[in-house]
């Protein structure tokens, strides 16, 4: 059987538009997470896991049902090479929500910003480690900077703490899930249904433990229990905002918008929750900044320069 592959570009000027308005609130509302998880400071990070895991796969197999792809998670489970990769991203992706939300509970929002940072300029890495991807020397000089913010966060003052660690933990889990899933020939939908399938059962056997344990938080409230319920929407929502946006978008127009995220979550650290900002964060932000900027400048440039190129081959 067929796996279903992500539609193709259109370049269409209204089809553009639509893709850009999609794409833009799939990275507004994951810059304005932390905001939802600040509302469950008192549930465990680990049942806050589990609750999304468990939510997020009712509402994913309700978009499958609508959508008629059901079939696609039983045709790509048979698979057994995307079986096992699945298991791998299943863990990866775990691995990442489970150090964004114990970030956000404790307050360290501003090195959950710095790591999803971090976390394009690490892809490039890994595609000269594992796809024999060649260096541009304007990515040389991006990833010098970058190394340099990495090594003043390990060896600052907070080198004890788990500042760095959540920074590094964060792009480290994500940037080798989209190195894996790369891999993985499926849409993003069902592919994130697989892997929520994969870790329902570890979900379900977590939450009836603490249940057993007269620990679980969720049925305890009304309000509480319908965010932890909501966190599937929210987990699954701007996910599928992505997909359908990104089919209508050049992948290089896309990239550009990653750093929504991050950018909002970092204004959230500082002036809704009042995060310190010390001299040692300043420096590493900045070197980072400095790193994309000349990334996303020589991206602009190559992508320009390409457009000229096409041009003066059809004349």
Not at 111 to 124: D, H, Q, V
Not at 162 to 181: C, E, M
Not at 217 to 237: R, V
Request: charged share 10%.
């Amino acid at each position: 059987m067929i796996l279903q592959n992500e539609a193709p570009v259109d370049s269409s000027q209204t089809s553009s538009k639509i893709g850009i308005v999609l794409v833009l609130s799939a990275f507004v509302i994951w810059g304005l997470s932390p905001l939802y998880f600040k509302l469950l400071t008192q549930v465990s990070p680990l049942e806050i896991l589990a609750q999304r895991a468990i939510w997020s796969l009712l509402f994913l197999l309700v978009i499958l049902l609508i959508q008629k792809q059901f079939n696609q998670i039983f045709a790509t489970i048979k698979i057994v090479k995307y079986r096992y990769l699945l298991f791998i991203t299943t863990a990866l992706i775990s691995t990442n929500w489970l150090i964004f939300i114990w970030a956000i509970l404790n307050n360290y929002i501003m090195e959950a910003s710095l790591g999803y940072f971090l976390t394009p300029l690490l892809n490039i890495i890994l595609g000269v480690l594992f796809l024999n991807e060649k260096l541009t020397f304007i990515q040389k000089i991006s990833l010098i900077l970058t190394l340099g913010a990495i090594s003043i966060q390990i060896f600052s003052a907070q080198f004890l703490g788990a500042g760095p660690w959540i920074s590094l933990g964060l792009a480290t889990t994500f940037g080798i899930y989209t190195l894996v899933r790369k891999k993985i020939a499926v849409s993003s939908v069902v592919g994130l249904s697989v892997e929520t399938l994969y870790l329902f059962p570890f979900a379900l056997c977590y939450l009836i433990y603490i249940t057993l344990n007269q620990k679980m938080i969720f049925l305890t409230s009304e309000n509480i229990s319908l965010l932890l319920m909501l966190g599937g929407i929210i987990t699954a929502l701007p996910l599928l905002l992505f997909v359908a946006g990104s089919k209508y978008l050049p992948l290089s127009s896309v990239g550009f918008f990653q750093y929504i995220a991050p950018t909002g979550q970092l204004l959230l650290a500082i002036f809704v929750f009042n995060e310190k900002v010390d001299s040692s964060k300043m420096i590493s932000f900045s070197l980072v900044w400095i790193a994309l900027g000349i990334y996303i400048l020589h991206t602009i440039f190559q992508i320009y320069q390409n457009k000229n190129q096409r041009k003066m081959s059809r004349t």
